[in-house]
């Protein structure tokens, strides 16, 4: 799909303003930007709006989903609203808080749909900031297959985490480096770019899990197929405004996850189609 700036047709600028379903979008495969940023939401009503205007100073030509499961807080409605504006912004609306994985699997399924060539995920809370994107789309269109934006590689950091948060993150990713045996330093970042073809690949039905645990799943279930992983680093930043969804389920999910993906690449489920 070739990079064009130029604006598309009111009727075709967001799926947003014919119905609540993106898939059910008239927007052809080729109307704009290969590039696609897809960010679940729960009540991020204080953040989105920064988050976008953020990401669309560093990567203007991006488009950008946001997949909303019904905040309490109006953070759909807010989306649905600035959509409304700009042809680069859609929507999908979720039912209810049916959780992070699932949101990332939809979105992957609508911007594969749409044809999109380079899929980005990102939380909207910023601490993932969008002045990374450019050198991370860099990498993927340069031939990485999926690009992380990592905290544990040299010029990597996390600003703001108590010695709780750090112990957290940088144990998981430890924890999960070994016993999956893997050369990536930040599995649970869930600040990535995946090259179609991976997402093509790797059976998105398989993959059910939440939180960290669908961080480390999809970079595992990529660098089994054989595709290039590469780290960039970032510079995460805590929080500032909204509530966390981090909770000790996620954790205790991902400590499971690793033993559940190892034994499931030792006797072959792996592979696609073995789902
Ligand atoms: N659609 C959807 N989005 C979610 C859900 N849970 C979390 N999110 C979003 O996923 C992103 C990451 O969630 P966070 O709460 O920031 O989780 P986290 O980054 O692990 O935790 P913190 O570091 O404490 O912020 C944010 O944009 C959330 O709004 C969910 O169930 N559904
Ligand atoms: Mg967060």
Redesign the pocket.
């Known amino acids: 799909m070739a990079l064009s700036s130029s604006p598309q047709p009111p009727e075709s600028q967001s799926p947003e303003s014919h119905t609540s379903d993106p898939r059910r979008s008239s927007l052809p495969a080729t109307s704009g930007s290969d590039h696609l940023v897809i960010?679940?939401?729960?009540?991020?009503a204080d953040?989105l709006t920064e988050f976008l205007n953020k990401l669309f100073q560093f990567a203007p030509l991006s488009h950008v989903l946001v997949?909303?499961?019904n905040?309490p807080d109006g953070?759909g409605e807010l989306a649905k609203k600035l959509s409304q504006s700009d042809p680069r912004i859609h929507v999908m609306h979720?039912a209810a808080?049916?959780?992070?994985g699932?949101?990332y699997i939809e979105g992957f399924r609508w911007g594969l749909a749409q044809g999109y060539e380079f899929l980005a995920q990102?939380?909207?809370?910023l601490?993932h900031d969008p002045q990374y994107l450019p050198s991370m789309f860099r990498t993927v269109e340069g031939g990485a297959d999926l690009v992380l934006g990592s905290r544990n590689v040299p010029g990597g950091e996390v600003e703001g985490?108590g010695l709780g948060?750090h112990v957290l993150s940088k144990g998981g990713s430890l924890y999960s480096r070994a016993i999956l045996n893997l050369p990536v330093h930040d599995l649970t970042s869930?600040y990535k770019i995946f090259r179609r073809s991976v997402l093509e690949t790797i059976p998105l039905d398989a993959i059910r899990s939440?939180?960290?645990s669908f961080q480390i799943e999809t970079t595992f279930r990529a660098i089994h197929q054989g595709f290039k992983v590469v780290e960039v680093p970032i510079t995460?930043v805590?929080?500032r405004a909204?509530?966390?969804?981090?909770s000790r389920n996620?954790f205790l999910e991902a400590v499971a996850v690793v033993w559940k993906l190892k034994l499931d690449a030792l006797t072959g489920k792996l592979e696609p189609g073995k789902a």
């Open positions: 960010t679940p939401t729960y009540n991020e953040n997949v909303d499961d905040s953070t979720r808080k049916l959780g992070i699932s949101a990102m939380d909207t809370d601490s985490w948060r869930g939440e939180g960290y995460f805590d929080r909204g509530q966390s969804k981090m996620i």
